[in-house]
Nanobody, 126 residues
Framework: QVQLVESGGGLVQPGGSLRLSCAASGFTLDYYAIAIGWFRQAPGKEREGVSCLSASDTSAYYADSVKGRFTISRDNAKNTVYLQMNSLKPEDTDVYYC?????????????????WGQGIQVTVSS
């Protein structure tokens, strides 16, 4: 069974940085061969795609609101995906989730993904 465990969230001041990690296990396919991504959700709002990596890392998607500030990367040896978040803003405050699905090759729509982590809080505040 696929399991995803996020870490690295917390409280940071505006302009600061955080790096989220998502360790994955239980795949039947090569971890590198599937899409994986980060999503976020605020109370009362729909979950949105923040950044996703396609299978084999052929392309990366970033939401307009995070372009130039966030970077997604994957360490295949560790089955871990990272989200480096720089120049954080108060509007980045949300619960962040990583997600993956062995049937997805690309795309950053929440409905595509079957497996989700438990979510981790990121709060940007002075």
């Amino acid at each position: 069974q696929v399991q995803l465990v996020e870490s690295g969230g917390g409280l940071v001041q505006p302009g600061g940085s955080l790096r989220l990690s998502c360790a994955a296990s239980g795949f039947t396919l090569d971890y590198y061969a599937i899409a994986i991504g980060w999503f976020r959700q605020a109370p009362g709002k729909e979950r949105e795609g923040v950044s996703c990596l396609s299978a084999s890392d052929t392309s990366a998607y970033y939401a307009d609101s995070v372009k130039g500030r966030f970077t997604i990367s994957r360490d295949n040896a560790k089955n871990t995906v990272y989200l480096q978040m720089n120049s954080l803003k108060p509007e980045d405050t949300d619960v962040y989730y990583c997600a993956t699905d062995e049937d997805v090759l690309y795309g950053c729509y929440p409905k595509l993904y079957h497996y989700w982590g438990q979510g981790i809080q990121v709060t940007v505040s002075s």
